[in-house]
């Protein structure tokens, strides 16, 4: 049998499996019992909202602990990495995906009649909150979404900055790539009392900005990630370049580590805190 042909042939066969085995399942049932999660954010929500009995497998990324701040609570479960024969084999009943989802895995899913749920792409604390109810009623746990976004807000309340002026910070990350407006960063020091540089420059989302430029806009200070110095790069060594440490006094540098906002959940107010903290 070629190859192609092995491949098609197993894909049938776990289609043949999910059709079979959602035949059992009771119409109207109260909630998913089969999850699976084809995203890292997703991964989070699920952890934070789902019974882990429920929870079948996570992405291959659910475990990083630089990019989730759920890996720990990820470790005791299985992963996926998102083919569809595997995904099927496991018989969800509740398939988690985000925007970069393949189109052909998503195709297959429908065609077999699992449900899913995307998570998308989060850009503020508002779309957080709407996120988190919609992905708890998906999950069949509404209440424990309203809960959780009922203690990100008062967290929030007792992080409200000082009254005063409002600090010049720049988000700048490797590869001299700075965060402007319409992104959850921008969102995150706006809430915590800061002006936003890239965005005070006109940029928006991620866009390339010049060593130079940053250092002529003159921030009080300088967000960044958590530089990994197991792989060296020239993108990361330019966040150690002198005209920063001139340009930016050492103190006024605050590290956020990407695990508190690369996805958008009610955990990022960690990366609040981080942040008014640096400015009192």
Not at 164 to 182: D, K, M, S, T
Request: with cysteine.
């Amino acid at each position: 049998m070629r190859p192609g042909g092995a491949i098609s042939w197993a894909v049938h066969c776990a289609m043949g499996l999910a059709l079979a085995l959602s035949l059992l399942v009771q119409p109207g049932a109260a909630r998913p019992n089969r999850i699976v999660s084809l995203n890292m954010c997703a991964d989070q929500f699920v952890l934070m909202l789902a019974d882990p009995a429920d929870i079948v497998a996570l992405s291959h990324f659910s475990k990083s602990a630089e990019r989730s701040y759920m890996a720990e609570a990820a470790e005791p479960f299985p992963i996926t990495h998102g083919r569809i024969e595997h995904i099927l084999a496991l018989a969800p009943d509740l398939v988690l995906t985000g925007p970069f989802t393949t189109a052909t895995v998503g195709a297959m899913l429908k065609r077999t009649g699992v449900a899913t749920h995307e998570v998308p792409v989060v850009n503020s604390l508002a779309e957080i909150r709407t996120v988190t109810r919609t992905t708890a009623a998906a999950l069949g746990h509404p209440e424990r979404g309203e809960r959780l976004v009922a203690e990100m807000d008062h967290q929030l309340a007792t992080l409200k900055p000082r009254p005063g002026a409002r600090p010049l910070a720049a988000a700048f990350e490797a590869n001299a790539i700075a965060v402007g407006g319409g992104t959850l960063i921008d969102d995150v020091l706006n809430i915590a009392g800061f002006d936003n540089m890239a965005t005070k420059l006109g940029m928006t989302g991620y866009a390339y900005l010049p060593l130079e430029k940053l250092i002529a806009a003159r921030p009080e200070f300088l967000v960044v990630g958590v530089v990994d110095r197991r792989y060296p790069s020239l993108g990361q060594q330019l966040l150690d370049h002198p005209a920063l440490s001139r340009g930016v006094r050492p103190w006024r540098t605050v590290t956020v580590p990407g695990r508190l906002w690369v996805c958008g959940t009610p955990k990022v107010t960690e990366a609040v805190r981080l942040l008014t903290e640096a400015r009192r």
